[in-house]
T-cell receptor
Framework: DTAVSQTPKYLVTQMGNDKSIKCEQNLGHDTMYWYKQDSKKFLKIMFSYNNKELIINETVPNRFSPKSPDKAHLNLHINSLELGDSAVYFC??????????FGPGTRLLVL | AQTVTQSQPEMSVQEAETVTLSCTYDTSESNYYLFWYKQPPSRQMILVIRQEAYKQQNATENRFSVNFQKAAKSFSLKISDSQLGDTAMYFCAFMSTFFGNEKLTFGTGTRLTIIP
């Protein structure tokens, strides 16, 4: 019955590697988001998709590439991982400008 | 661009007492949404309460209520009869109603500890 799910929950990897985080929602929402929470707990939007179309693309390095194969899924691929990419990444979903519901987060640690 | 400010990095209160968390924001828009989210140690982001700016009535959800002062751009959260499970980081957030800008802009959070 999980509304917004993310895999994996934890990801430990070496600098320079490429990794992906997957997100799925079963709420029937049309908009999905990626947020990054840094080590000081500050949360910031990265991307949003509405009906598979990219709507928001904040100033994120182009090593980060979101992909939305359908309305229920939004994946985040990160190339050439750097130490500064270590953070918790949250997926969220909503219907238009309604309340956003968050996934459990993926803690990424780059060594 | 909108900004959200939470001026209390940490607060603590005895169980069963009432506590108020402060939040101010800055925007030039007249219609928007404001939220309080809770993040317990499990790190899950949980919606506490939501307020539409066009509604004058303050939102309430059981023990949680807000004091929304639109002119002052203030949005405080009051937790009544605090419980140990209320221990968490609390984030205030702003969201525009303009299509293409429905992102949450968060404050820096307030770490709330409920003392038994």
């Amino acid at each position: 019955d999980t509304a917004v799910s993310q895999t994996p929950k934890y990801l430990v990897t070496q600098m320079g590697n490429d990794k992906s985080i997957k997100c799925e929602q079963n709420l029937g929402h049309d908009t999905m988001y990626w947020y990054k929470q840094d080590s000081k707990k500050f949360l910031k939007i990265m991307f949003s998709y509405n009906n598979k179309e990219l709507i928001i693309n904040e100033t994120v390095p182009n090593r980060f590439s979101p992909k939305s194969p359908d309305k229920a899924h939004l994946n985040l691929h990160i190339n050439s991982l750097e130490l500064g990419d270590s953070a918790v990444y949250f997926c969220a979903s909503s219907h238009m400008d309604e309340t956003q519901y968050f996934g459990p987060g993926t803690r990424l640690l780059v060594l | 661009a909108q900004t959200v400010t939470q001026s209390q990095p940490e607060m603590s209160v005895q169980e069963a007492e009432t506590v108020t968390l402060s939040c101010t924001y800055d925007t030039s828009e007249s219609n928007y949404y404001l939220f309080w989210y809770k993040q317990p140690p499990s790190r899950q982001m949980i919606l506490v309460i939501r307020q539409e700016a066009y509604k004058q009535q303050n939102a309430t959800e059981n023990r949680f209520s807000v004091n929304f002062q639109k002119a002052a751009k203030s949005f405080s959260l009051k937790i009544s009869d605090s419980q140990l499970g209320d221990t968490a980081m609390y984030f205030c957030a702003f969201m525009s109603t303009f299509f293409g800008n429905e992102k949450l802009t968060f404050g820096t959070g307030t770490r709330l500890t409920i003392i038994p």
